[in-house]
């Protein structure tokens, strides 16, 4: 089941994730993009990145 983010969420899952990328963090897709924003964006596209959001 894929979960609905709101568009903070998905902002902030992807900003962290590219962070962890830019400082060496290994990647979870083969892809051949350079820059660390455009893989994270990539990652939350197909369902890998492993970041929850707990809800109250």
């Known amino acids: 089941m894929k979960e609905t983010y709101t568009r903070?969420?998905?902002a902030r899952i992807i900003g962290a994730r590219a962070l962890q990328i830019s400082m060496g963090a290994p990647l979870l897709i083969r892809t051949s993009k350079i820059d660390p924003?455009?893989?994270a964006?990539?990652?939350f596209q197909?369902?890998?990145i492993p970041i929850t959001v707990k809800r109250k």
């Open 8 to 10: 903070y969420e998905r």
């Open 37 to 39: 924003l455009e893989i």
């Open 41 to 43: 964006l990539e990652e």
């Open 46 to 48: 197909q369902n890998v």
